[in-house]
């Protein structure tokens, strides 16, 4: 059967349909996935480019071979081929060359998915997030790692040497090239075909993410194939660590209670922040680091470091009471590196974000993967370091010079930003490369050239407000914008839909469709479409880490990038003697609010709290959406947190009547959208057998169903009822209630749990005079009234 890949365009596409258009794409690709062709055309002169309709829906996709097909666009015949498709032939080559290589690049280098029918069955969730863990490598990015690897030197050195038979690969790429991806789906690869140890380190926003790669899923099978965070790597190699290494809230309050004792220089002790933590344990514990000079990161904040420094370490010491610092740990492994139990075979450990980790903690990695090599003479151990100077949002202390390791290497094509975003973001890297070159700092990484990006895309546009109020209130009339496009009946097209506004301010705005993220939420993610909102306030020169945010949150806009400014931010720019603006399109608050909702982004499920709320909200009115549960799921909430859930969905549902609820129950096919609805009518044995259609095709979601409809009887005392439906479970039918089993075994909707108990009760009885084979008369006669 033929592999379909969808390119990011089409999927965006896709996003914006409505839900019947949706199910329409869905049912043309889930017949070309098993090899059906029908009503399938190619264009007049171009074979491998083809067009399926279904009714008036069209999807037009690339045969790269017999085995793989590449989606190019889709939707509605009048609105996407604005009645031009059957005409596009010899007469037109423009629009088929535009087909063959969108903004000019080979549709086979586009940012796509994988979609496979059997895996993702679930159409709507993919298209609005799983599409996210089934990314597809292009050809520039497979080849790049691959050559990487090919080059890795296959002189060792002598095993009393102190160095590793390998430098450590170090890749530095700007934003939107694609490291992670690209690492993740390479070391998966090596996993499969050579039986590799893997060792992915990542941080904690990222993990999450990557754990639901279709790839990363099947390699955690393996136990040697570790998906990590530092802390977790640490503990794994160590399992003493795992009681020992204070947690960042433990090292925090350590340091506040340390600095009570320097009251003179700490006013508010509790103003110290994580930021704090890492800069004392950089520039102040870590004795050893002493070449500052050029570390502009020192530079920058050594009047604060001069403060830290008045901090007494035994007080350090005393706050964390029998836990390790992260530097303590580090210090540790770097003087007696732990021995990880290896399955026999090579080794790759892969660091992502490697710049968010402090100097002495990377120390700890080369010489514990020093340590595994000397200790397993007949393999090796790879080493690669990913991540981006240029992104660094934590104030660590060093740069790639100071690790003395092997070459960098860079992807250097961008999948992500528009050519027009590259080169507005890239000013705050000059801006930064200023600052660092007054700080006589190591020259920065390279950023991405916008020659280097995939699409042209639009302009930037900027709203200039005349106040703080009015930018504030430009976003609010942005919030009821979008509210009032609302989707009546699907949640996640509404989530997709909300405008994802960056800001490191704290703009407290509660608005269901703003999502507001600062740098280190933004961190890893990127959207079609994003706002940036207040965030060249404050006052005097911008300083580094600023440049370094900025550069940071500007990158995560694909296609489209509204900056809303106030003439203070922008008095405070144009004192660096440069028009950040001078190339990009000015635009009034009513278009700038058409232009930034017209694109569809990723559905932001992180905050779990909004969500469930957001669901119960709809309960009080009594029109559900259709794709409660599927949110729920995306946001995993699941076990008690779920039941807690639909207890409070219940409660608020209970205010409507039964006909209300009915006319809603006859819209509705989800089965456990179904099952909350006859639960809150008290319809309880409706619900179990609407549960039961589920119990040969997804036997979790019947057995969870089961075991809440039994809690809600149970809650209310119903012991039989609660039995019944416990007896449907295999694993509760050993209950000590009566006639439980029976009662189980003999559900019908129309019947109280009196006569199924009674019934229940007969049936025993009979059993029990046929296998005794009584035959008396009185035997016989009491048999026959049981019957009745």
Known sequence: MPQIRIIRAALREIQKLPYSGCEKVYEILRRLSLGETTDTKPLRGYNKILRTRLGNWRVIWLRVDVDNIVVIKAGLRSSVYDDEFERRDCENPQIIEELLNPQRIEVTEHPSYQWNYHINSDWYKFVFSSYRYSPVRTDYQKEVLQKVFNTFSTYRYSRDSEELSHKPCIIQSAPGTGKTLCATLFACEIHQQNQWNIMLIVPDALKKDISKYSEIQQATLQDNFWLVTFREWLCQINPEFKNQLASPEEELKALQSAAKHTHRKFAKPEAISYRDVILYQSFVVDRENKKQIRNSVFQENRSQIEKLKKIDRRFWLKGLSSKKSRIDVASELIENPSLATLIPGNTLVIVDEAQDLMLCELEALVATCKAWEKENPENQIYLWLLGDLNQRIVPTDFDWGQLNLGEITSLKRNYRNSCYIIEFANQFWHLAKNINKQFKGRSLPQPVNREDAFESGEKVRFLKCNSKDDALNFLQQLAQQCKSGENQFYLLQDLANAVKVMSNKNLNISEDNLVILNTEDAKGREFEACIAFGLFEGSGKPSLEEAFQWYTLLTRARTRLLIVITPEELNRLNNNERNYFENCLSISSGKAINWITELASDVDVSRVYD???????????????????????????????LYQWEQKAISRLKKHSHKFLKEELNNI????????????????????MEATQLENTDFNEYKRLLKSIAQDLKMKEFSYKTAGV???????RNTTIPFCKEIGQNLKTSQTSVTLLCKAFASRINNILEQKEINSPSSKLLSKNLKY
């Open 611 to 641: 969500i469930k709320e957001r669901l119960l909200k709809r309960c009080k009115t009594g029109l559900l959406y259709r794709d409660t549960y599927l949110a729920l799921q995306l946001a995993e909430i699941e076990g008690v947190e």
């Open 669 to 688: 096919h989800s089965i456990s959208l179904r099952c909350l609805l006859l639960r809150t009518m008290d319809f309880y044995w409706q619900a179990v």
């Open 726 to 732: 416990k007896a449907r479970l295999v694993q509760d």
